[in-house]
């Protein structure tokens, strides 16, 4: 061979190799890199996704237990009113059956009238009487104490929601 045919094939040689360098280089820059990034971002808005989705499930969750406790509370304090205004009633009922049987037996006295009767021995109502007020008072404390129960239970629920909360991803 030549010295100028070497010399061609040399410079042809180092041009191919120069022109694969390149484009090694360039396709590592141009393509594979972008692509990469692209993965990676694309892998970013996914964990984003998932955690914005988890995040939002956590929340709906607590808005459950809390809609749920203050559900609990309602019918707590509605139980504790209806079971007050039951012993009232009740307590009404044994009053006005105790007035009735004085009544009674007032009236089989031979000796009593009627009227004289009514006079000493008075029937209060059956239904919304007035209570003795230590006979009040107690219901009403009884209420409260119903009430007071109710608050604490709501105050447990509550905590345990908070406690299940999940901590924002920052």
Not at 32 to 52: F, G, I, K, N
Not at 53 to 79: F, G, I, P, S
């Amino acid at each position: 061979m030549s010295g100028s045919r070497v010399d061609t094939v040399l410079k042809l040689s180092l041009s191919l190799a120069a022109l694969l360098a390149g484009g090694g280089v360039g396709f590592y820059y141009g393509i594979y890199l972008p692509s990469q990034d692209l993965h990676r971002q694309t892998q970013e808005m996914v964990e984003q996704q998932d955690s914005a989705r988890v995040q939002t499930k956590a929340l709906a969750d607590r808005a459950r237990r809390e809609k749920a406790a203050q559900v609990a509370y309602e019918d707590c304090n509605n139980a504790a009113e209806l079971t007050y205004k039951n012993h009232w009633a009740a307590a009404c009922r044994a009053q006005h059956a105790a007035d009735v049987a004085a009544f009674e037996d007032c009236a089989d006295n031979l000796f009593a009238t009627e009227k004289g009767c009514l006079r000493d021995h008075p029937i209060r109502p059956e239904r919304e009487c007035a209570l003795t007020t230590r006979l009040a008072d107690r219901l009403v404390e009884e209420r409260d104490g119903a009430r007071q129960e109710c608050v604490g239970r709501l105050r447990e629920m509550q905590a345990a929601s908070a406690d299940d909360a999940p901590v924002p991803a920052s």
